[in-house]
């Protein structure tokens, strides 16, 4: 399974940037999907998590309220939709995936995760 996150970028404290991971045709198909992200100098966190089949997600408690996370009608690529960005958002950001059979849990823990995006990179400038 081959991941491609994109959307990163340079934005102004309070505004908004759509991030994409996109997967090989169907290779989403039965996998769980996190985004994470890396400040300098931090490890690597959750930032939110979906289930195959959306029912189930996870916001880590800094972002929750601004970002959403969803999958195009396909399901071949996800979204993390960032609003109301703050300067301690600034990381890059990796999307990583994870088979799950039933299609139901999300997964917080980058160690659960099987496949990884190449990250990009977001700028929220004060």
């Known amino acids: 399974v081959q991941l491609q996150a994109s959307g990163g970028g340079l934005v102004q404290a309070g505004g908004s940037l759509r991030l994409s991971c996109e997967a090989s045709?169907?290779?989403?198909?039965?996998?769980?999907v996190g985004w994470f992200r890396q400040a300098p100098g931090k490890e690597r966190e959750i930032v939110a998590a979906r289930s195959w089949t959306g029912r189930s997600t996870y916001f880590a408690d800094s972002v929750k309220g601004r970002f959403t996370i969803s999958a195009a009608g396909t399901k071949n690529t996800v979204y993390l939709q960032m609003n109301s960005l703050k300067p301690e958002d600034t990381a890059v950001y990796y999307c990583?995936?994870?088979?799950?059979?039933?299609?139901?849990?999300?997964?917080?823990?980058?160690?659960?995760?099987?496949?990884w995006g190449q990250g990009t990179l977001v700028t929220v400038s004060s």
């Open positions: 990583a995936a994870r088979w799950d059979l039933g299609g139901h849990r999300f997964y917080t823990d980058r160690m659960e995760y099987t496949y």
């Open positions: 045709r169907r290779a989403f198909s039965n996998h769980a």
